[in-house]
């Protein structure tokens, strides 16, 4: 069973930066696609950037321009690097895992996440 352990958050004031990773226990990580979704209290969780085994990137307009995903399929993990960083960026960050090749930002089609790390940012 895949494993993906999330790090990085905390706590950030107004037009700052924050950079999140995620590892994968995967065999063959190289094979997923992966993304991160956040969840804010009250709110339903939202896709914000995912990025597919070719390495092909899509983002939700929320944080397009600002936020930036990657991969590094030799330490099987996954980044994102967050910059001017806004009070409504706060936020449990989750990353997660599906096997096929698309890029998707729909939760229902990831089948294993992690369990989040707090992003909180302050103005």
């Known amino acids: 069973q895949v494993r993906l352990v999330e790090s990085g958050g905390g706590s950030v004031r107004s037009v700052g930066s924050l950079k999140l990773s995620c590892t994968s226990s995967?065999?063959?990580?190289?094979?997923?696609?992966m993304a991160w979704f956040r969840q804010a209290p009250g709110k339903e969780r939202e896709g914000i950037a995912a990025i597919a085994r070719d390495g092909s990137t899509m983002y939700a307009d929320s944080v397009k321009g600002r936020f930036t995903i990657s991969r590094d399929n030799a330490k099987n993990t996954l980044n994102l690097q967050m910059n001017s960083l806004k009070p409504e960026d706060t936020a449990m960050y989750y990353c997660?895992?599906?096997?096929?090749?698309?890029?998707?930002?729909?939760?229902?089609?990831?089948?294993?996440w992690g369990r989040g790390t707090q992003v909180t940012v302050s103005s």
């Open positions: 995967a065999d063959a990580y190289s094979r997923y696609s």
């Open positions: 997660a895992s599906r096997g096929g090749p698309l890029n998707t930002l729909e939760a229902r089609l990831y089948n294993t």
